[in-house]
């Protein structure tokens, strides 16, 4: 009879890594083969900053010049007609083409709106499919090409209707685009980059939104159409490079159960551990994964999940509510740049220059920077620099411009951190979910500042009075949330919830 004593003792309990963890030794430092992937993958963010802003110049009102003699008036809905002529050919802008110039706020706006309305109605209807059917990948990929498919069939609109239904429909299609590139380029990487890489996005962004002014300048004396056929076609070709070439996220497809597919992809993309046989990986919690695939069969299951437990709620509630104001000021504020005695074109160029910074500041400092206190700070500087555009005179025109930037810079980086930080407050399960109704709130805020700027076409600055007020109203609302600089990504609602009741108890 062997001696009992003589076997070693194990332990009941061994403490078991979360899927993060387990994914972080395959995944290694950051690669070549993740850079790649991390900018492809956030290149989408070019075509959705300029499909957001297109309508600045597509939708501008051109400048005029009387024919006979105007006197002081400068309305030229107050001149009788064959008065006053458009400087350039009608079919430059749609306000110019469709005699849109005396229309009122509402049909003005209509087309701006609708694309936002749209983005919507696309977050409400695609919300979870990148969490539960479709994946990251072909939610992009379907994304990319509604979107861009939309704006080429938008240049044969033969009438302001027709136009504006184009752009709710284009508007349906980005409302995932950005989210699925955010997130599936962040599960792409180690924790030590996860942070650098979701600020790629932001220039790419940026870079998007620099491209516009030199489109609509080299194609300012041609038709409005071509505007959108520059930006349209390449998304479409870009689609074909997603198709082939970016990898799904090896994190959904763990937790989709579909472990062969994401050993493939770490084997793809891993610069540690290249010829492991990922055992580990392939038996890694397998009733747990299971019983999590079972909740997202259902296409709203992942929003339901997030309304069941009073953490989540309350910090949906408080991002949603801070991102509602920075969409409307994100927006709004380009948009609003026609109301500026300035030249369009350098005004445009000005405020996406300024995003660079905004920009650079994050990619080089979101390791070190609080999530809360920053967007706070940031939201609180914006709110305060677009009242005082409204508040100092007009013999200031410079200080306000400068007003202005500091105002949509400080915005800027806001909504950077508040991505990122959006990303770290939920779990994989429900973090493209999540970021989706975050976008969903932005788009919110975004439908109501067309007409905002629409109603302050007259009254110069007064629309970023308004601006002002709701980003400092809203941005208090940081403050109900947690901070999560240095933490890790969780997989499941109880692994979140049993670290936020951790935290609470500390």
């Not at 009608?90 to 005396?102: G, H, K, Q, R, Y």
């Not at 870079?207 to 516009?212: K, V």
């Not at 007003?403 to 990122?420: K, P």
């Not at 109603?455 to 109203?473: A, E, N, Q």
Request: charge should be negative; aromatic fraction near 12%; charged fraction near 15%.
């Amino acid at each position: 009879m062997a001696d009992s004593s003589s076997t070693p003792l194990l332990p009941k309990h061994l403490p078991v890594p979360s899927l993060d963890e387990t994914l972080e030794r395959y995944i290694g430092d950051f690669g070549w083969a993740q850079l790649f992937q991390a900018f492809l993958v956030s290149f989408a963010w070019v075509f959705d900053a300029q499909q957001i802003f297109i309508s600045i110049f597509t939708d501008a009102e051109p400048s005029w010049h009387c024919t006979e003699l105007c006197g002081s008036v400068s309305d030229v809905c107050q001149l009788p007609k064959g008065s006053w002529a458009w400087d350039r050919a009608a079919d430059t802008s749609i306000v110019s083409e469709w005699n849109l110039a005396c229309a009122g706020y509402f049909i003005k706006s209509l087309p701006a709106s609708s694309f936002f309305i749209g983005s919507l109605v696309g977050g409400l209807v695609l919300a979870t499919l990148a969490d539960t059917s479709l994946g990251r990948k072909n939610m992009l990929l379907v994304s990319c090409l509604l979107m861009s498919a939309a704006g080429t069939f938008t240049i044969f609109s033969p009438n302001l209707w027709i136009y504006s239904g184009l752009r709710f429909v284009s508007g349906i299609g980005r409302a995932p685009l950005v989210t699925c590139a955010l997130v599936l380029s962040t599960e792409l990487v180690g924790k030590r980059w996860r942070g650098q890489v979701g600020v790629i996005g932001f220039f790419f962004f940026t870079l998007g939104l620099l491209s516009l002014p030199v489109i609509a300048y080299l194609n300012r004396d041609s038709s409005w159409r071509y505007v959108y056929l520059s930006t349209s076609i390449p998304a479409l070709l870009y689609c074909f490079l997603v198709l082939f070439f970016v990898l799904e996220s090896p994190r959904w497809l763990m937790v989709r159960g579909r472990k062969e597919e994401a050993v493939a992809t770490l084997k793809s993309i891993g610069t540690v551990n290249i010829n492991s046989s990922f055992s580990d990986l392939m038996t890694f919690e397998e009733e747990e994964e299971e019983e999590e695939i079972s909740k997202n069969l259902n296409l709203f299951s992942a929003i339901s999940i997030l309304l069941e437990k009073r953490w989540a709620m309350q910090r949906l509630s408080a991002v949603m509510t801070v991102g509602f104001g920075m969409g409307m000021v994100y927006c709004g504020m380009p948009l609003a740049l026609g109301n500026m005695p300035f030249d369009l074109y350098w005004n445009v160029t000005f405020n996406a220059l300024s995003e660079l910074p905004a920009s650079l500041m994050a990619f080089l400092f979101i390791e070190r920077l609080s999530r809360k206190s920053s967007v706070l700070a940031f939201t609180m500087i914006s709110g305060v620099c677009s009242i005082m555009c409204v508040v100092i005179g007009e013999e200031w025109r410079t200080v306000k411009i400068g007003l202005e930037l500091v105002s949509y810079f400080s915005t800027c980086a806001a909504l950077d951190i508040l991505l990122i930080y959006n990303i770290e407050l939920f779990p994989t399960t429900v973090r493209n979910s999540a970021m989706a109704l975050l976008r969903q709130a932005l788009a919110l805020g975004a439908v109501f500042c067309p007409v905002i700027v629409e109603m302050g076409r007259g009254s110069g600055y007064l629309s970023y009075g308004v601006f002002g007020v709701v980003t400092i109203s809203c941005g208090l609302f940081v403050g109900c949330l947690p901070e999560t600089k240095g933490g890790r990504l969780c997989d499941t609602m109880e692994e979140e919830e049993n670290k936020h009741r951790a935290g609470s108890s500390a």
